[in-house]
Structure formats: structure tokens, C-alpha cells
């Protein structure tokens, strides 16, 4: 079997020719259909760049991306967006805070021309836990939880196939975070969603991810399985700190 | 171990439509020359009692204490000039949001110079030197630029780190630090965890360490309080932390994912109206 997403050889690089920044070098993974891929590294690391690339909100300049054996188009079609969607980190700032949550929900379906937006609206609000008495309210008047719920119904209702997932928690307490990973890991089954999850915390990482690839300064450290992180079999530096490092402190 | 800090029935209440909201409630502790951990969750009031500690609640609030004092100094009436005489060398906060709490207009050298040369007669060329010097310390590896450059002209998590050396480099008996850890990489955040710790046990600052990572804070400060809604829940010290008594702490704790935990629903918090009462 093929690959779903299928990332060769990427790289990014933002800047003019006198001061470039090369965020992303060299990056090579592939997820299959069905399955949660983590991509973990700390701030700077490119892990989110590579999202946003897939997405076409970043250039490429080097490499490709397949989704289904299909190279992608830039910019990219309808199409696209229709089996792919995003969620970003925070849900202060990624919902429009001047419209009602039914007319955040209406937009995406607007444009992709689906004709019974009533029902979806009410079915992608039912699928995230929230029910039809969210649907008339505006972003202000819901929690930091809420909010992240209706960015994850945004991305679903047009039923796409792979959700990119841009530290979704990080800004969410630690309660409301195990609502949200229980949520999305729900809905992953019960859809048959392939994920691929951006985050820094290899805790989150390990619980919803079946693989993952662990990034530093815009390139690839090792790829490995959750069965190894749980091990504690990294064998390059870096990650074996990280794991250090997610333990707490130790006093020297 | 002498109390360097007595915290009595502390109330902070802001106006609203519907009467006041009080986000501290009763909170009462004293601390010594330690790490008190503050947790709980957004809201909880763990900030505005770090706050009111500094006197810096905003003026649309009122605060109201038993006792409230600081090395002897009674702080519910203190006068503007005794604030001054005590806040940056004898008790200082560094607080959660870079972005916001430095001078957008000025040098970040220049800040953390004024911040040093307050405390004493330092020389420029002594304070610049020794500014230079907290800023290699916090693990900035281009101390000579960060000290050059204006706040945004840093990343959030180097803000941050510059901010943690402006508070240090006075070196204060008393130092709350805000979520001081959250916006850094975990490699960084233990380098940042290991300067403070050097200060507990070199110098005997009291630290009041305010953050939502129960896992950092259980691992890294002697006492912790557990706050829900504005009150204090649990006191306890926090190699125990894992055989907490209260509901509200123990459903903090097993809802964190772990490295080595299975892949079944994570354990959700249930909010037992009677937590309020």
C-alpha cells in the first residue's frame, strides 16, 4: 500500500537572497491511510512550517508532496482543501471574532458548494460535543476548550480525509487537553481520519500517535514508533534530552 | 526555618454588573526561604495572589487581607515609597507575557541595567558587564546582541529569558515567577528551573513558583498549593503530590497523557459543585 501523505526531500526557505532562513531542510516521511503521525521539536524546529507547507501557506522550495500518489497543485485546488484541513494552535485567534459560529461553519461549506449546510452544520457541531445551542453564539462567548472545538468542527465538516493538527492543546489547560485528545482520538476512529500532529510535548505525542519524527533546527532527527519512545530507544542525542527533559526537574 | 512572608485571609475581588467577583478567597500561607509551587488551572486566582503579594493589583480591585507582611514590613498600608524601596531588590515578579511586560521603547541592556544600577552605585561599565553576564547565564548564546536589540526584536521564548535576568540580576529575598517556564522549550525551561534552584539554595531567596504544569512544579518545588476557583484546596508537599488528597488534585494529575501510557481515553476532570463551598 502506497502512502496517504507522502513528503520527500522538502525544504523551505523564507527571506530574500541577503538573509535567508532556511526553515525546513531536507524533511522525508510518509503516513500511511488511518494513521497518526506526530512531528515533535521544540520552537524554530520547522515541525509547523512543514504543516503550513502541505497546506500551501508556506513556499517550497525544494522537494515534493504527495497526497494519495498525487503531486500537489500550487496553489492548491478545492479539491485539496476539501481531503485536507487544518486546525491551529490557538482558538483565540484562528476563529473570526465578529461572526457566529454558524457563519464560521457556513463558509467552508459556501465554498465548496455543499448544498445541505443546515444538517452538516448541526451534524459537525453534534460530532464535536457541543449541540445546536452553540451554533448562534459568537467566539467570545465560549471557553478556550469550546473554541478549540469549533475550529476542530470547522476542519471536519467537509468530511476530509487527513487533518493537519498544529499543537492543538498547547494552549488549552491540562483538563481541557484531555478533553480535546479524547475528542479527536474519538473521532479518528470513528471516521477513519489519518492524522498528522504537530506539538512539543512528546507526552501528547506518544498518546496519539503511532509514529513520530523528531525535528531540530529545520531537519529530520530520527523517525520512531510509539513502542520505541516508550522504550526509551532513541539513539540520537537530542531526542534521548527530550526525554530527559519531559521527565521534570532533577536537582543537580 | 523564619517566615519571611505571612499571607493571612487574602481576598481580591473585582467589580462587575452582577456584584463583585472574587477570584482569591480566603488564601493564607507563609513561606520561608523555599519553592512554593502555585497551581490550578486558568483562573483559578493563582496570578492575582502572586499580585496582590506585590501590591500590583489593578486599581478597579480591592484587596483585602488579615495580615499580609514581608519581612516585617506590614504591606496592606504601604506607602508608595516603601513599594519602591521594596519592589526590584527586596521582592520582584517576573511575569507570564514578555510581549507585554517589557519596555517596547528601550534597549533590553538598558533595561536590565536600570534594573541593576536601582539596587546599588554600580559604575555603567560594572552593570553593563554584569548584565551581559545574567544574559549568558539565562543560556542566550549572543549576549552582546540580545543587549543591543529591543523587545521585538526577540523571539518569545529569548524575551522571556531577558526578562528572568532583569529580575535576577537584583537579586531579591523574594522572587514569584508567573508561568515563568510555559512559553520556553523543555531543554530551556531546565536550564531556566536550574538558575532559580541556584538561587534558593545559594542565596535562601523565597521562591513562589505559579504554573499550571503540576508534573514541573511536583518535580521542582519543596510545598505546593492547589488553588480551584480562588481558594486553596490543598497544601501539601510535593514529593506527594502523587497521593493528593483532593479530588480537584488528583484529576489534575491523571488527566496529563504519559509517555508510557496506553492510548485509551485520557481521564477527564468531573467539577464537584461542592469544591466552591
Not at chain 2, 531546565?190 to 538558575?195: A, E, K, P, T, W
Not at chain 2, 483532593?246 to 497523557?257: A, F, I, M, S, V
Not at chain 2, 476532570?269 to 466552591?276: F, S
Amino acid at each position: 500500500m502506497s502512502a496517504l501523505i507522502e513528503v520527500r526531500d522538502l525544504a523551505v526557505t523564507f527571506g530574500s537572497r541577503q538573509s535567508q532562513v532556511q526553515a525546513v531542510q531536507n524533511v522525508s516521511f510518509d503516513v500511511q491511510q488511518g494513521e497518526s503521525f506526530g512531528l515533535v521539536g521544540e520552537s524554530g524546529s520547522g515541525k509547523s512550517t512543514v504543516l503550513r507547507a502541505i497546506c500551501g501557506l508556506a513556499p517550497t522550495s525544494a522537494g515534493t508532496i504527495k497526497i494519495d500518489g498525487k503531486l500537489l497543485a500550487s496553489p492548491r485546488d478545492p479539491a485539496f482543501y476539501a481531503q485536507v484541513q487544518m486546525v491551529f494552535q490557538d482558538p483565540y485567534g484562528s476563529i473570526h471574532p465578529r461572526h457566529t459560529i454558524d457563519r464560521v461553519l457556513s463558509e467552508p461549506l459556501a465554498i465548496h458548494g455543499f448544498k445541505n449546510a443546515e444538517d452538516r452544520i448541526e451534524k459537525a457541531l453534534n460530532d464535536v460535543g457541543l449541540g445546536g445551542g452553540f451554533r448562534f453564539r459568537f467566539p467570545h462567548q465560549l471557553s478556550g476548550g469550546q473554541r478549540q472545538r469549533v475550529a476542530i468542527a470547522r476542519a471536519l465538516i467537509l468530511e476530509p480525509q487527513i487533518l493537519l493538527l498544529d499543537e492543538p492543546t498547547s494552549a488549552l489547560d491540562a483538563s481541557i487537553q484531555a478533553e480535546v485528545l479524547n475528542l479527536l482520538d474519538a473521532l479518528r476512529i470513528e471516521k477513519g481520519l489519518t492524522y498528522l500532529l504537530v506539538s512539543h510535548d512528546l507526552a501528547v505525542v506518544a498518546h496519539m500517535c503511532e509514529r513520530l519524527l523528531v525535528m531540530q533546527h529545520g531537519t529530520r532527527v530520527e523517525e520512531l514508533t510509539r513502542t520505541a519512545l516508550q522504550g526509551r530507544d532513541a539513539t540520537q542525542k537530542y531526542t534521548q534530552q527530550l526525554l530527559v527533559a519531559s521527565e521534570g526537574f532533577k536537582a543537580p | 526555618m523564619t517566615n519571611m512572608l505571612q499571607v493571612e485571609g487574602l481576598n481580591v475581588s473585582f467589580p462587575s454588573r452582577d456584584g463583585p467577583v472574587r477570584v482569591v478567597r480566603d488564601v493564607t500561607f507563609t513561606l520561608g526561604r523555599e519553592r512554593l509551587g502555585i497551581v490550578g488551572e486558568s483562573g483559578s486566582g493563582k496570578s492575582q495572589t502572586g499580585r496582590a503579594i506585590l501590591g500590583l493589583t489593578p486599581a478597579s480591585a480591592t484587596v483585602t487581607a488579615d495580615k499580609l507582611s514581608f519581612d516585617g514590613i506590614d504591606l496592606r498600608h504601604a506607602s508608595a515609597k516603601t513599594w519602591r524601596s521594596l519592589r526590584g531588590p527586596r521582592m520582584s515578579m517576573i511575569m507570564q507575557d514578555p510581549k507585554y511586560s517589557l519596555n517596547p521603547v528601550m534597549t533590553v541592556g538598558r533595561q536590565i541595567v536600570e534594573a541593576y544600577r536601582r539596587r546599588g552605585d554600580a559604575t555603567r561599565t560594572d552593570a553593563r558587564n554584569r548584565a551581559v553576564a545574567m544574559l549568558e547565564a539565562v543560556q542566550i548564546r549572543d549576549p552582546e546582541r540580545v543587549f543591543e536589540a529591543y523587545p521585538h526584536e526577540l523571539s518569545g521564548g529569548m524575551g522571556q529569558r531577558a526578562m528572568i535576568a532583569m529580575m535576577l540580576i537584583a537579586e531579591p529575598d523574594l522572587l514569584i515567577a508567573d508561568e515563568v517556564t510555559s512559553a520556553l522549550d523543555v531543554t530551556v525551561q531546565l536550564d531556566v528551573l536550574r538558575i532559580l534552584d541556584g538561587l534558593v539554595r545559594d542565596r535562601g531567596m523565597g521562591l513562589i513558583f505559579i504554573s499550571h504544569d503540576l508534573r514541573l512544579v511536583s518535580s521542582f518545588c519543596d510545598r505546593v498549593l492547589v488553588m480551584y476557583a480562588g481558594r486553596v484546596v490543598e497544601e501539601i508537599a510535593a514529593r506527594d503530590l502523587h497521593s493528593a488528597q483532593h479530588p480537584y488534585t488528583q484529576g489534575l494529575l491523571n488527566c496529563l497523557p504519559q509517555i508510557d501510557g496506553d492510548s485509551g481515553p485520557l481521564q477527564t476532570l468531573t467539577r464537584d459543585p461542592a469544591w466552591l463551598a
